[in-house]
């Protein structure tokens, strides 16, 4: 009898794992499949506009051949750059931000964090105006537009503190204080304590510094103001959706989508670890 | 009001739990506005009474002091310097004549003409020798309020800066009267490192905040009360100048023809981007954690393939999917083309440019869309919280035969909602301003043609936020209106998170995690 249940549960249990191996199979095909079409229709050749099928009739390499021969290049090395320097500056600005707020009390240090959440409140959309103005002034904008949006992001990097100072938050503080009393300076407690432990948040600070230039859409394409050569993929890209260029730049759009998401998307999931890391303490420790 | 006792509000339903709380908050509000009220009435009581305490301090430290400290009034540093502090002195100084050198050259003017946002504005000018008229530029409106603004910061730093000159001698006069030494430059050098480090840490990321977030924001909320626009550029066009309230007069109360008005349409945008933010928020965050629930447990294979195809969506640059999805649903589009060889549909159907219902089909996608972009979060963030759920909990609910739907209800759903409710609130709050989705989906389409009459072309799933865009690129790019917007898309978000805030039970107390 006792025999019996258990093979029961046994059997409810296989079959609801089948069910839910099939919910997934489901799942991930739904979740592949533009993907999968974006790839499949940079290698159409036949036609360069939008068409209802998704196997192309002929296979070439003829879109890729003409993204290159295009100011793709220079949209590609712009971002390239913004995202590499970006990644080195805004790392260090949003680490100093964090470490400072997670292990120093000091006076204003309160009013400090509440200030920048109510600022946070602000749509940051509404600084777009006169940004660009400040940076039309500095001689950052359209063909200039790499600078320019490279100031602009690390500049204002220092509110995305939060994640990492969450992180900071769980070292324990009396490692900062056992150093301290062996007499190392506050710099050295950073620079020889913490950071050596804080490497997998490092890293995530790192690889979200470098993904965020590669989709930062509207105010690329505000401070680029239609020179091809200020813009980054994203706004460049953008316009061969447009209704005068869809017709012949469909096709090449999935070129460009491959070859702006292969590398960014092989970085990332090498480092999956560390990103998975930071997204789960941020949301848990706010 | 009937007031529960803390036995007594555990005997209620989870319904009546929730309504007295509400009842509780509301109830509240009265005399939060009186707390609210005394403690601004506190502070400015604090404010004057501690201006006061420095100006007697000022006083006492330039009739105690001796003619090292007196001479630090006019000439800042100079204590500093006579006293041996070559470092502070200098630092001291050179901010002096940096400020005086700059409010001379540049700063008094854009003081001076703040108020009135310039004088003259540009005009044809006739030239007597040439005998031809010549088209002039003067004055920048839109310099002057910038420069004017940043000319204020500087000044209120200046006296800061000043005030910190005079504490100096104070304290290095008591400091030699008890016979000690004073710090070296060295030892000045050594602090910023050591026990000032904070300040050497935050200096780069305040400034840059100050300069690229703070400024800004001050300058746009200063814009709402100007008449800044396309024509009134401030110097090709002309000059523009102050309005008062009549901008938001014209937002919220203002009646044009044929009753239209600028509140409807806000009114009609402002309920879609709720509608919006809390379908996007909530349908991700049960469909992760389902998601994540289904991928963790127990017998399910290749668990980690299943989390790198969801996580793809992440990895993929955002502008790259979007577009794609929103031209797969095109017309001539690749879901369009199946449905029509299954035979399911005869006609392609106009996914983003039916108006029927209030482009329900445009809207209800969108949100669809959006689940397809946020359940690999959720599932990341629910994952992670899941694992740290005691497993004995789990087990003692077996063995006293709840259900799985029942274990779901009574443990895993109130542990995830009280360790996730602020990330709700920011989720909630950011998907009021979610810019990308909707401009990269659809760019607002379809077309409300009854609002469209305001700045903008305004469409059915626009949100404040891209309609916020869209009037500052529009013809007319009235800025002042898009920052009228902004300022209530601000008291919008602000009133949720206080309501939030309040009725939440995972009020998170900082100092708890460390």
Redesign the interface.
């Known amino acids: 009898m006792n025999e019996k249940r258990h093979m029961g549960i046994k059997a409810s249990r296989a079959l609801s794992n089948t069910i839910i191996h099939i919910l997934l199979v489901i799942i991930s095909i739904i979740w592949l499949i533009p993907f999968v079409c974006i790839l499949l229709q940079s290698f159409r050749v036949e036609s360069t506009w939008q068409v209802g099928y998704v196997i192309p009739q002929q296979w070439g390499l003829d879109n890729y051949a003409a993204i290159f021969k295009s100011d793709f290049t220079h949209w590609y090395l712009n971002t390239f750059i913004i995202a590499l320097v970006n990644a080195v500056l805004q790392t260090v600005i949003v680490l100093c931000m964090s470490y400072t707020l997670s292990r120093f009390r000091f006076k204003i240090r309160g009013a400090l964090m509440r200030f920048m959440l109510i600022l946070g409140m602000f749509p940051g959309m509404l600084t777009m105006i006169i940004l660009y103005r400040v940076l039309k002034d500095l001689g950052m904008t359209e063909a200039n537009a790499v600078p320019g949006l490279i100031l602009v992001y690390v500049a204002s990097s220092g509110m995305g503190y939060y994640v990492s100072k969450g992180f900071f938050d769980t070292i324990p503080k009396s490692l900062d204080e056992a150093a301290r009393v062996d007499g190392a300076t506050r710099f050295q407690v950073l620079t020889k304590i913490i950071l050596p432990l804080a490497k997998p948040i490092v890293i995530y600070t790192i690889l979200t510094a470098f993904m965020a230039p590669w989709g930062d859409f509207v105010f690329a394409r505000y401070i680029s103001f239609g020179n091809p050569f200020g813009m980054n993929v994203a706004v460049g890209m953008y316009n061969w959706l447009n209704k005068d260029m869809i017709n012949s730049c469909y096709t090449m759009f999935c070129a460009g989508g491959v070859i702006v998401a292969l590398p960014v998307t092989i970085l990332f999931m090498c480092l999956q670890r560390y990103y998975v890391e930071g997204v789960t303490g941020g949301a848990v420790k706010g | 009001m009937k007031q529960y006792s803390d036995l007594e509000f555990l005997r209620l339903s989870k319904w009546e739990k929730f309504r007295y709380k509400l009842l509780c908050f509301f109830a509240a509000i009265p005399r939060a506005l009186k707390n609210a009220g005394i403690g601004i009435g506190r502070f400015f009581k604090n404010a004057v009474l501690g201006i006061g305490r420095e100006f007697k301090d000022l006083w006492l430290t330039f009739r105690e002091g001796d003619w090292k400290t007196k001479t630090s009034y006019l000439v800042m540093g100079f204590g500093c310097l006579a006293r041996g502090q070559i470092l502070r002195g200098l630092m001291f100084l050179l901010f002096e004549i940096v400020f005086i050198f700059y409010m001379i050259v540049a700063g008094g003017y854009w003081i001076s003409m703040l108020p009135s946002l310039g004088k003259t504005g540009p005009g044809e000018v006739y030239n007597a020798v040439l005998d031809t008229y010549s088209y002039e530029y003067n004055d920048n409106s ?1 310099k002057i309020l ?1 420069y004017g603004v940043l000319t204020i910061f500087f000044i209120v730093a200046f006296i800061y800066t000043w005030r910190a000159n005079i504490k100096q001698n104070r304290v290095a006069e008591q400091i030699l009267r008890s016979g000690k030494k004073l710090k070296s430059g060295k030892d000045d050098l ?1 602090s910023l ?3 000032q ?2 300040k050497t ?2 200096a ?3 400034t ?2 100050l ?7 001050i ?2 909320i200063l814009v709402a009360f100007t008449n800044y626009d396309g024509s009134h550029d401030g110097y090709i066009n002309s000059l523009f100048t102050w309005q008062g309230l009549e901008n938001f007069r014209t937002m919220l109360v203002w009646k044009g023809a044929g009753g239209r008005s600028y509140s409807a349409t806000f009114g009609e945008i402002l309920t879609w981007t709720l509608i919006w933010a809390f379908f996007a928020t909530f349908t991700n965050y049960f469909l992760g954690m389902f ?1 994540a629930m ?2 963790n ?1 127990k ?3 290749v668990k980690k ?2 989390r ?14 979007l ?3 929103s ?2 649903f ?1 017309k ?3 879901v ?3 449905l ?2 299954l035979g399911w549909i005869d006609q392609a159907i106009d996914f983003w440019g039916s108006t029927a219902h209030n482009g329900l089909t445009a809207r209800v996608l969108v949100i669809v869309i959006n689940i ?1 972009i946020g359940i690999p ?1 959720l599932m ?2 629910a ?3 899941l694992m740290n759920i005691p497993q004995d909990l789990y087990e003692s609910a077996r063995i006293d035969g709840a259900n799985p739907w029942q274990q779901f209800r009574k443990i895993t759903l109130p542990y995830m909602l009280f ?2 409710g ?2 709700l609130l920011t989720q909630f ?1 950011g998907n009021m ?1 979610n ?2 989705v909707i ?2 989906l659809t760019g607002g389409a379809p077309t409300n043609a009854a609002a469209s009459w305001a700045s903008g072309n305004v469409g059915y799933t626009d949100l ?2 891209t309609w ?2 869209k009037i ?1 690129t529009g013809e007319d790019a009235k ?1 002042y209106l ?2 009228v917007v ?1 300022i209530l ?2 008291v919008v ?2 009133v949720i ?1 206080l309501i939030v805030y309040n009725v939440l039970p995972s009020i ?1 107390n ?1 100092e708890d ?2």
């Open positions: 839109f910038l050594r490192v050591d026990d480090f904070h840490l935050l780069l990321p305040l840059g905040i300069i690229f977030t703070v400024l800004p924001i300058f746009m998601v289904m991928i447990k017998g399910i294979r393939l299943w790198t195809i969801l996580i793809l969506t992440i990895a993929i640059p955002q502008f790259i999917s577009l794609y999805v031209k797969m095109a001539n589009g690749i369009n083309g199946l029509l060889d397809w979060y990341l963030i994952t992670g919280i360790i996730t602020p990330y709050t301003n810019f990308n401009y990269l404040l936020i916020l865009f500052t800025y898009a920052s902004g898309v601000f978000v602000a998170s998170k900082e995690f460390q």
